[in-house]
T-cell receptor
Framework: NAGVTQTPKFQVLKTGQSMTLQCAQD?????MYWYRQDPGMGLRLIYY???????DKGEVPNGYNVSRLNKREFSLRLESAAPSQTSVYFC?????????????FGDGTRLSIL | QKEVEQDPGPLSVPEGAIVSLNCTYS??????FMWYRQYSRKGPELLMY????GNKEDGRFTAQVDKSSKYISLFIRDSQPSDSATYLC???????????FGTGTQLKVEL
């Protein structure tokens, strides 16, 4: 079972370059999320999509854009990468509403911006 | 003040020890609390969730919420080297779709 798949796993960019991080889930989940994880800061929500066709800002949206391409795919775009965006990026998805419904995470994209 | 605060560790214990991991939260309206485990170079995975107050047990793991002191805890009994990971506490507002995470506590269980 694939679950949540993120591509690429690693990437090095130069300042000012653009890049799209891809995420796909095969669990027929409605909600999808993008987080970044930095040392000492924990997981911070960048954007999320409660359902196909909707997106909303999270805690740290500046410098990012997202697209919910269809129910399976949710991409994160850096239009002009900055060194402050060096981080590990995680995509997650969540199924139907319910207290115990967890968010399922991918294994992350490690992004370095020089 | 952060919504959820967590001791960063790292915490190192011998195999077989009882481990206590703790978080504090700021908003007394918080109801749903989760513990996620994250192995190195992997995404977080849900370990346990609790609602409101009290204890919840699952095998060697016990999650506890003390609403009077706004304190949530995860206890690991008979800790194993395979428990070495980062443990993240999180909360979800009632009816909400988003999680707010603590910074995580790194645990190492040594042989």
């Amino acid at each position: 079972n694939a679950g949540v798949t993120q591509t690429p796993k690693f990437q090095v960019l130069k300042t000012g370059q653009s890049m799209t991080l891809q995420c796909a889930q095969d669990m027929n989940h409605n909600s999808m999320y993008w987080y970044r994880q930095d040392p000492g800061m924990g997981l911070r929500l960048i954007y999320y999509s409660a359902s196909e066709g909707t997106t909303d800002k999270g805690e740290v949206p500046n410098g990012y854009n997202v697209s919910r391409l269809n129910k399976r795919e949710f991409s994160l775009r850096l239009e002009s990468a900055a060194p402050s965006q060096t981080s590990v990026y995680f995509c997650a998805s969540r199924g139907r509403q319910g207290v115990g419904q967890p968010q399922h995470f991918g294994d992350g994209t490690r992004l370095s911006i020089l | 003040q952060k919504e959820v605060e967590q001791d960063p560790g790292p915490l190192s214990v011998p195999e077989g020890a009882i481990v206590s991991l703790n978080c504090t939260y700021s908003n007394s309206a918080f109801q749903y609390f989760m513990w996620y485990r994250q192995y190195s170079r992997k995404g977080p995975e849900l370990l346990m969730y609790t609602y409101s107050s009290g204890n919840k047990e699952d095998g060697r793991f016990t999650a506890q919420v003390d609403k009077s002191s706004k304190y949530i805890s995860l206890f690991i009994r008979d800790s194993q080297p395979s428990d070495s990971a980062t443990y993240l506490c999180a909360h979800r507002p009632g009816g909400g779709n988003k999680l707010t995470f603590g910074t995580g506590t790194q645990l190492k269980v040594e042989l």
